[in-house]
């Protein structure tokens, strides 16, 4: 944090709880709930997945208060390149899911998915490959499906369509430094997300050669300036990306993407193209394949319709309490400056 933490009060009076529906079922998840709330910068998304715990959700609790209540570092840039992203769709799909992302010259395509198997991605990122044609560029993400066996398998499989990159295709740091050695000579890029994101040390898996670039999430890294920290104490390019996050959780992945001194790749942050409704008018989706660097504002007609059952909201509005508590203890405080 770059200033005190605001009274727990004066979160909540102005926190909305939302649940919206998804075009497309993302990850097992048909609808996504968040807690958005305003401060002196403007509005912020609280977001966590609901499988975690309120040690790691009081990371994502801090990023929400830095971005409402704290100015943000210098934008490098007001537009920041966005890639489309194909849920584990069958093959027949992936034009219907492309359609939803103009302009969009990237796509990040998901394999290894529970209960289907590597002829399944094939087809998907055929697929995408012949809709996009040769000049686009295709990248993979297994969310550590894979073992190091099936790894190597299946990206010498998909090597024929020219993969970008390897997004965790397998769980462990050690795992991702093995198969990183074992594809040497085929030319793919290994990217960590969850390694990052998810560890204790986001920096271990660059210390331990593991990776060719980092994929960065403001939200789960506690802020825009603890995941520019890391970037650079990492030394490797980063991808921000989001964590499914509506219009106005985008808003601050697009701050992090512009604080970054050199942006080589695309973002995933045109994923608000996943969601069947939003809190803002417009969207937050890609237009010409890209999105602004700009605050995002709710639409308080749509904080209406979409409002969370007085159940969820409850349960949602218990969670950021015990989160805060959680922050206020100096050990984990100290971990945020």
């Known amino acids: 944090m770059t200033a005190p933490l605001p009274a727990l009060d004066e979160i909540l009076a102005s926190t909305r709880i939302v649940s919206l529906p998804l075009a497309t079922r993302f990850r097992g998840v048909a609808l996504r709930e968040a807690a958005l709330f305003e401060g002196p910068e403007g509005w912020a998304e609280f977001s966590p997945f609901l499988e975690y715990d309120d040690a790691e959700a009081s990371t994502w609790l801090a990023s929400a208060i830095d971005f409402a209540f704290n100015p943000q570092p210098a934008a490098h840039r007001d537009s920041i390149p966005v890639n489309a992203t194909v849920p584990a769709v069958t093959a027949d ?9 103009d302009g969009c010259r990237t796509a990040k395509v998901k394999v290894a998915e529970a209960g289907q198997g590597l002829d ?11 809709a996009m044609g040769i000049e686009a560029r295709v990248r993979v993400d297994a969310n550590g499906g894979w073992n190091v066996d099936e790894a190597e398998r299946a990206l010498h ?3 024929e369509f020219d993969l970008e990159y390897a997004e965790q295709p397998c769980a462990s740091v050690e795992e991702l430094a093995e198969i990183r050695r074992r594809l040497r000579d085929w030319d793919i890029p290994i990217a960590a997300d969850e390694s990052v994101r998810k560890a204790a040390d986001p920096l271990r898996v660059a210390r331990a050669g593991a ?31 989001s964590a499914l996050d509506t219009s106005i ?3 601050q992945g697009a701050a992090l993407a512009a604080a970054l001194p050199v942006l080589e790749f695309d973002c995933g942050l045109g994923t608000a193209a996943l969601l069947a ?10 237009q010409g394949g890209a999105i602004p660097v700009t605050r995002v504002e709710p639409v308080p007609d749509l904080l209406d319709a979409h409002a969370a059952s007085d159940e969820r909201a409850a349960w949602w509005r218990e969670r950021l309490s015990r989160c805060y508590s959680a922050l206020v203890r100096p050990s984990v405080a100290d971990a945020l400056l």
């Open 120 to 130: 399944d991605d094939i087809a998907r990122v055929r697929a995408v490959r012949e």
């Open 277 to 286: 409704a939003d809190v803002a008018e417009p969207r937050r989706v890609p």
């Open 249 to 251: 959780g985008l808003a």
């Open 93 to 101: 799909r992936v034009p219907e899911i492309l359609a939803r992302y």
């Open 211 to 241: 990776a060719d670039i980092l994929i960065v999430k403001a939200q789960p890294l506690g802020g825009t300036r603890r995941a520019l920290d890391i970037v650079q104490a990492a030394g490797l390019p980063a991808v921000v990306s």
């Open 157 to 159: 499989a998909l090597s």
